[in-house]
Nanobody, 127 residues
Framework: VQLQASGGGLVQAGGSLRLSCAASGRTFSTYAMGWFRQAQGKEREFIAAISWSGASTYYADSVKGRFTISKDNAKNTVYLQMNSLKPEDTAAYYC?????????????????????WGKGTQVTVSS
């Protein structure tokens, strides 16, 4: 089982990026999927999550209105569209999967509570 995140990079403040997380090794169609980030020297924090159907989403207050999470079950892929990026969005971004299927529950889990983690993709926002 593997979650592979991609799409990170260097962008100027106010710019946009789209992250992708491709799942392989099993189907995640019944899992809640989400994104966390970890800035250097800080704890990993929840960003956004989506239910297995895609009908429900949940966001951290810090990204509401700027980031949008979506998924394509046929491709076993979850996306994070990030707009109006700020320097404080600079971090390594990680995708995660939780078998409960609840985006709210995923948002409350700590590192050890998550069923699957992907490797991070670095996002750097310059001022």
């Amino acid at each position: 089982v593997q979650l592979q995140a991609s799409g990170g990079g260097l962008v100027q403040a106010g710019g946009s990026l789209r992250l992708s997380c491709a799942a392989s090794g099993r189907t995640f169609s019944t899992y809640a999927m989400g994104w966390f980030r970890q800035a250097q020297g800080k704890e990993r924090e929840f960003i956004a999550a989506i239910s297995w159907s895609g009908a429900s989403t949940y966001y951290a207050d810090s990204v509401k209105g700027r980031f949008t999470i979506s998924k394509d079950n046929a491709k076993n892929t979850v996306y994070l569209q990030m707009n109006s990026l700020k320097p404080e969005d600079t971090a390594a971004y990680y995708c995660a999967a939780d078998r409960s299927g609840s985006p709210v529950r995923l948002g409350t889990l700590d590192y050890y509570g998550i069923d699957y983690w992907g490797k991070g993709t670095q996002v750097t926002v310059s001022s």
